[in-house]
Nanobody, 120 residues
Framework: QVQVAESGGGLVQPGGSLRLSCVASGSIFSINYMGWYRQAPGKQRELVAVTSGGNTNYADSVKGRFTISRDTAKNTMYLQMNSLKPEDTAVYYC???????????????WGQGTQVTVSS
């Protein structure tokens, strides 16, 4: 019943900006954490940023350029990506830790990914 979906990817020139969105829907009791990961062709998936318990952490490679935020009322997370570089090119995935009831058992959900391509 829980679904996570990303959107907002596309083609952008180096130095440009994009904003990714992630919406969690379905039977959601609470969202314990939300994060962004990315996977470049032929590379392992890596953490980009995560927000949980009022704290936000970023990978060193994106710190100062990317900003994660949440709209709790809408079960939505955003990733504002500025000063994009070609090495940011990847499929970006949303990950959410969601409790479906008051047991507070947390399950991890993944979106299908959205492509971000940074190229001139």
């Amino acid at each position: 019943q829980v679904q996570v979906a990303e959107s907002g990817g596309g083609l952008v020139q180096p130095g440009g900006s994009l904003r990714l969105s992630c919406v969690a829907s379905g039977s959601i009791f609470s969202i314990n954490y939300m994060g962004w990961y990315r996977q470049a062709p032929g590379k392992q998936r890596e953490l980009v940023a995560v927000t949980s318990g009022g704290n936000t952490n970023y990978a060193d490679s994106v710190k100062g350029r990317f900003t994660i935020s949440r709209d709790t009322a809408k079960n939505t997370m955003y990733l504002q990506m500025n000063s994009l570089k070609p090495e940011d090119t990847a499929v970006y995935y949303c990950n959410a830790g969601i409790s479906r009831d008051a047991t507070y058992n947390v399950y991890s959900y993944w979106g299908q990914g959205t492509q971000v391509t940074v190229s001139s």
